[in-house]
């Protein structure tokens, strides 16, 4: 992850898909290490990895824009 992204203010909130596991789980840890508010966002049930203060998780179908308008992220 390009660490220009890590060293700005994390003065908001990131969403990250695919973060059940792998590399979206690793970029959504290090996120909300670096003190973002995290949603990570995947079609798996569980993530992976352990429970942060600073991150929740919601299990969607990023393909499904129903599922982005029940979670906030976009207007229409």
Known sequence: MSSNII???PGGGVVV???AQGQG???ALALAD???IVIAIDIA???TFSKHSRMSYRSM???RPE???ALGCVSQ
Do not use: L, N
Request: hydrophobic share 35%; net charge negative.
């Open 25 to 27: 789980a690793a970029e």
């Open 45 to 47: 049930a569980k993530p």
């Open 17 to 19: 898909t695919g973060a």
């Open 61 to 63: 179908d990023v393909s």
């Open 34 to 36: 670096a003190g973002y």
């Open 67 to 69: 599922e982005w308008t």
């Open 7 to 9: 060293d700005s203010d």
